[in-house]
Nanobody, 125 residues
């Protein structure tokens, strides 16, 4: 069992920055890959970014929604993944969820093994 705890959400003005953190505990090891999704009101949960834990390789959604503005990273020692969000826009407003999956890449909601409780990010215009 893996437990994910997110932190760092909040209210920020457009153009501002936030850093989300997700700490993993329990049965964590190098094959547990992690990532971030988000879900805006009335919309489906969408993939944002992921990291391959063993290599540190990162990848992002194919859409241009967060390109150049969001950066995912990980801290091996703390078993924590971060999402640095810069130049935030009102359309980034959503609940952000940390996700983890054994062996495979975190990329689709259907294949995620564990979810965090979610943290609200609100960007005012």
């Amino acid at each position: 069992q893996v437990h994910l705890v997110e932190s760092g959400g909040g209210l920020v003005q457009a153009g501002g920055s936030l850093r989300l953190a997700c700490a993993a505990s329990g049965r964590t090891f190098s094959s547990l890959n992690m990532g971030w999704f988000r879900q805006a009101p009335g919309k489906e949960r969408e993939f944002v970014a992921g990291v391959i834990w063993s290599s540190g390789n990162t990848y992002y959604t194919d859409t241009d929604t967060v390109k150049g503005r969001f950066t995912i990273s990980r801290d091996n020692a703390k078993t924590t993944v971060y999402l640095q969000m810069n130049s935030l826009k009102p359309e980034d407003t959503a609940v952000y969820y940390c996700a983890a999956r054994y062996w495979g890449r975190v990329a689709t909601a259907e294949t995620v093994d564990y979810w965090g409780q979610g943290t609200q990010v609100t960007v005012s215009s």
